[in-house]
């Protein structure tokens, strides 16, 4: 078994500040009660001074916690909301190294901005101002320092109304409720993870039943792997009475993924691919099972390179190349290369939704390896590890989303529950680095979780 690296925070996005005009006036406080839309969406900023400081600790509700960027003008901080949404209120918590010149922007693609608040007074501590503007993104871009240090955020909260469709919730029967975000710190373990190793299980299809569920055709094309049943009218129950490509048979999820392209020919993984289910986590013995019917899309078919690179492991990698946001144009044409890609899903859930009407919100990644207060309960992480067989010219390779950057997945699961709860107990709450069948080769004295055939003893 391949020996899989622990997770560590991406490299700074680097991007190009927009220049848009000063408007806006002193910081007032809004006088409705506004919902707060920024708790644990992604976060994105011009750079941040070390991994202990980055800029999703600045969303995560928690005081204790803070962005802080390099000491230089100008840089920005920005939320993506996942819907385009009115957006009347912003809360800036800031730390002694705050901005005395900064404004407050919104953007519907994260390229073009538009300025809803901007002063070259700010007195730093909380201030409170009330706007009004619409978008997807918000950003604080500053431009001035008030010290000889970076700009650094407790928490930038966004207020508003969210432009998200009102369906698409589906209630957690039962919920998880009571938990609080574990600060336990249990003995180093350097792995806590199995493998779910799926074939391509049917022919792609144009369907995707998290995003666009009952309407076949709807959608571009995926690959799907693990269950062979999934399409359009894809549910909890179809699934289950389906059958599966995984190596273990309790494994039904549905895992699918953007159809890669070489021109027109579609390119297909060949064989097992990784799915590897470990923790991110500091306190990996807080780990609990998937609950059945949880669904979710990880990453963004709208996402640009930067979120990209936010959330990939090593983004594209080929021969000696490695974090590439997009598909390189070229690779080593011998007969063991392959394109690969490493994409790392949320493990924090709400304990309250299955699903969400942007399919990501009910999910949220962890903030300096703890789960937050809004999204407290730990789950599995998943990392897809995928190799595509194409090599030399890369020209002409694409996704059917798009670019290398729009690469993105999504899970719905249909494990048993025996089967998933045997795995995740014995491998990533004991700390090993466990086989499909849940067996570590470096301590074969702990025993496996499945018997040979991959099902429980």
């Known amino acids: 078994m391949k020996v899989s690296r622990f997770w560590r925070i991406a490299p700074p996005a680097v991007a190009v500040i927009v220049a848009a005009s000063v408007i806006g006036g002193p910081a007032t406080s809004a006088s409705a009660a506004e919902t707060l839309l920024s708790q644990d969406k992604l976060a994105l900023a011009s750079s941040y ?7 999703a600790a600045a969303f995560d509700s928690n005081a204790g916690t803070r962005w802080s960027s ?9 939320v993506d909301l996942a819907w385009p949404s009115a957006v009347s ?10 901005a005395r010149a900064f404004q407050l922007q919104t953007s519907s693609d994260g390229a073009t ?20 503007g619409f978008g997807r993104y918000v950003r604080m871009l500053g431009t001035q320092r008030a010290t ?17 469709p009102a369906t698409g919730n589906v209630p957690a029967n039962p919920p998880v409720t009571g938990v609080t975000p574990s600060t336990a710190n249990p003995p180093h373990a350097f792995f806590h993870e199995f493998q779910a190793n799926c074939a391509v299980s049917r022919s792609t299809l144009p ?9 076949p055709g709807a959608s571009h094309s995926h690959t799907f792997m693990g269950n062979t049943t999934t399409n359009a009218n894809s549910t909890l129950a179809s699934l289950q009475a389906g059958g599966t490509s995984c190596s273990a048979p309790g494994d039904k999820s549905g895992y699918w993924m953007p159809t890669m392209l070489n021109g027109t020919q579609e390119v297909l993984p060949v064989g097992p691919q990784v799915i590897y289910y470990k923790t991110n986590l500091i306190d990996y013995t807080s780990v609990r099972p998937f609950p059945l019917g949880i669904r979710f899309v990880v990453g963004n078919p709208a996402n640009g390179a930067a979120e990209f690179m936010s959330q990939s492991y090593e983004g594209w990698e080929c021969g000696e190349s490695y974090n590439n946001a997009d598909i390189p144009i070229s690779c080593p044409n011998t007969p063991d290369t392959q394109l690969n890609i490493r994409f790392q899903a949320p493990s924090c859930w709400d304990g309250v939704h299955l699903d969400s009407p942007d399919h990501r919100s009910h999910m949220a990644y962890p903030v300096n390896g703890r789960c937050t207060a809004g999204h407290p309960v730990a789950l599995p992480m998943i990392e897809f590890k995928m ?21 993105h997945y999504d899970f719905f699961n249909a494990w048993d ?7 995740v107990n014995h491998c990533i709450v004991g700390g090993l680095q466990c086989d499909a069948r849940g067996f570590d080769q470096a301590h074969p004295e702990k025993g496996a979780a499945l018997g040979p055939d991959y099902r429980l003893p």
């Open 148 to 164: 000889p240090y970076g700009y650094s955020l407790y928490e930038f909260q966004v207020f508003g109304t969210s432009g998200a």
């Open 70 to 78: 390099n000491a230089s003008d100008p840089q920005w901080l920005r």
């Open 49 to 55: 001074e070390n991994s202990g400081v980055p800029p």
């Open 417 to 423: 529950p025996a089967t998933q709860a045997a795995l």
């Open 113 to 132: 901005w538009s300025t809803i608040y901007s002063t070259t007074t700010g007195t730093g501590g909380t201030q409170t101002v009330a706007v009004n």
């Open 89 to 98: 209120k912003v809360v800036l918590q800031w730390e002694g190294a705050y």
């Open 207 to 215: 369907d995707d039943p998290i995003v666009f569920f009952g309407q």
């Open 387 to 407: 190799a595509f067989p194409v090599r030399g010219n890369l020209s002409n390779v694409r996704l059917a989303s798009g670019r290398g950057f729009t690469f």
